[in-house]
């Protein structure tokens, strides 16, 4: 059973920048994938990117494929996903998410992943 907890959101002005973490405990030895996702009110759960627990992989959405950078530390079992340049409408929770699998075509289905965090609240406003 993998545990995740995120960390860094918070209230950030358009165009500022921020840092999420996640941090996985228990059975990481069984994660391929971990992929960030956000929900905005009233809408579905959206993929956001994703990254190899190897490191050796990443994939974005088209949303976020210039502005956002996901990252790993395996010394610290840690995911990050850093957003640059943001916008109002990245305003969302910010959730992530392992996977056994290793498919990455099928990465962006929030379906696909076995375990996920708790959330954490993005806000962008002046």
């Known amino acids: 059973q993998v545990q995740l907890v995120e960390s860094g959101g918070g209230v950030v002005l358009p165009g500022g920048s921020l840092t999420l973490s996640c941090v996985a405990s228990?059975?990481?030895?069984?994660?391929?994938?971990v992929g960030w996702f956000r929900q905005a009110a009233g809408q579905e759960r959206q993929f956001v990117a994703g990254?190899?627990?190897?490191?050796?992989?990443?994939m974005y959405a088209n949303s976020a494929k210039d502005r956002f950078t996901v990252s790993i530390d395996n010394a610290m079992n840690t995911v990050y996903l850093q957003l640059n340049r943001v916008e109002p409408e990245d305003t969302a929770v910010y959730y992530c998410?392992?996977?056994?699998?290793?498919?990455?075509?099928?990465?962006?289905?929030?379906?696909?992943?076995?375990?996920w965090g708790q959330g954490t609240q993005v806000s962008v406003s002046s």
């Open positions: 998410a392992a996977a056994r699998g290793r498919s990455w075509g099928a990465a962006k289905r929030s379906t696909y992943y076995d375990y």
């Open positions: 228990e059975g990481t030895l069984d994660v391929a994938i």
């Open positions: 990254i190899a627990w190897s490191g050796t992989s990443t």
